[in-house]
Structures are given as structure tokens and as C-alpha cells.
């Protein structure tokens, strides 16, 4: 497994332990109140678990997952747009967290941008590798075809 796709889904697992945490220490807050801040964990929980967690998760499969370059020296692609992204996307959803908590909405803007750029980030890195299957059959099939002609 590639190291980018091992760290995306150590942080989403890191993530979902605290999105987890936070989601508990609300519903035990339902049950039986302890403080009043602690509804003040609902968007930072929210945050963690959709972006932290989820996208990131899906983020390292797919890295992992998605079809490589053929005969290429770099077959995973330009690899530093994906380790940007994490970054990026990392940095966004901590950010955006602490500033659901405290309230700040100029700093759950700069969260919301940085969060975008990573995922912009990883958009460009996988976007080469994603292609139908059919069409990689029909494009191998057309070239045995002309080099078949060509042996003739």
C-alpha cells in the first residue's frame, strides 16, 4: 500500500476517534447533562466525522485503489498533490473544529478554503486515473488490431 493512502487512513482513523468521543459525550449529554458546553461539540463533530473521517477514508482507498500509470516511473502520478491535500485537508478540518468552538466565524471560513483547496488538490492528482473500463479494452483491442496490420 502506498504511503499517502497509509497516512489518509491513519488520520481518518484518528478522526473518527474523536468525531466518536464527541458524538458520545452529546448523546451522554442528552441522557444525563453534565455541562452546557457540551452542545458546543455537535459542528465541530459533525466537521471531524464527514471530513475527517469519511472523505479522508475514501480519499486513501481510492488513492490506493484507482487503475496506476502503466510503464511509468511515477505510477501513482504527481503524488505531492495528494500529500498537499492531506495536509490541506487536515489542517481545514482542525482549523474549522476549533473555530466551531469558539465561534469565529471569519476562522470556519479559512477552514471551509482550506479544506476545499486539499480536496481540490486531490481532485487533480486522481483525476487522470479515473477512466472507464471499457474504454481501456476497446483502445487495446484497436492497437493489436494496427499493429496486426502492420506485421501483414
Do not use: C
Given at each position: 500500500?502506498?504511503?499517502?493512502?497509509?497516512?489518509?487512513?491513519?488520520?481518518?482513523?484518528?478522526?473518527?476517534?474523536?468525531?466518536?468521543?464527541?458524538?458520545?459525550?452529546?448523546?451522554?449529554?442528552?441522557?444525563?447533562?453534565?455541562?452546557?458546553w457540551t452542545w458546543r461539540?455537535?459542528?465541530?463533530?459533525?466537521?471531524?466525522?464527514?471530513?475527517?473521517?469519511?472523505?479522508?477514508?475514501?480519499?486513501?482507498?481510492?488513492?490506493?485503489?484507482?487503475?496506476?500509470?502503466?510503464?511509468?516511473?511515477?505510477?501513482?502520478?504527481a503524488e505531492w498533490l495528494?500529500?498537499?491535500?492531506?495536509?490541506?485537508?487536515?489542517?481545514?478540518?482542525?482549523?474549522?473544529?476549533?473555530?466551531?468552538?469558539?465561534?469565529?466565524?471569519?476562522?470556519?471560513?479559512?477552514g471551509r478554503i482550506l479544506?476545499?483547496?486539499?480536496?481540490?488538490?486531490?481532485?487533480?492528482?486522481?483525476?487522470?486515473?479515473?477512466?472507464?473500463?471499457?474504454?481501456?479494452?476497446?483502445?487495446?483491442?484497436?492497437?493489436?488490431?494496427?499493429?496486426?496490420?502492420?506485421?501483414?
Open positions: 500500500m502506498p504511503k499517502l493512502s497509509v497516512w489518509m487512513i491513519r488520520a481518518a482513523l484518528i478522526h473518527m476517534g474523536i468525531g466518536f468521543l464527541f458524538g458520545s459525550l452529546i448523546l451522554h449529554h442528552k441522557g444525563i447533562p453534565i455541562y452546557d461539540l455537535l459542528n465541530p463533530h459533525i466537521e471531524v466525522v464527514v471530513f475527517g473521517w469519511v472523505m479522508q477514508l475514501v480519499m486513501g482507498v481510492a488513492f490506493f485503489a484507482l487503475p496506476r500509470f502503466p510503464k511509468r516511473e511515477k505510477r501513482y502520478g495528494g500529500w498537499l491535500g492531506l495536509y490541506l485537508l487536515n489542517g481545514g478540518v482542525v482549523l474549522t473544529s476549533f473555530a466551531y468552538w469558539s465561534e469565529n466565524t471569519t476562522v470556519i471560513i479559512v479544506t476545499s483547496l486539499g480536496l481540490a488538490a486531490y481532485v487533480v492528482l486522481i483525476w487522470p486515473r479515473v477512466k472507464a473500463f471499457a474504454a481501456d479494452v476497446a483502445l487495446q483491442q484497436k492497437s493489436s488490431v494496427a499493429h496486426s496490420k502492420q506485421s501483414n
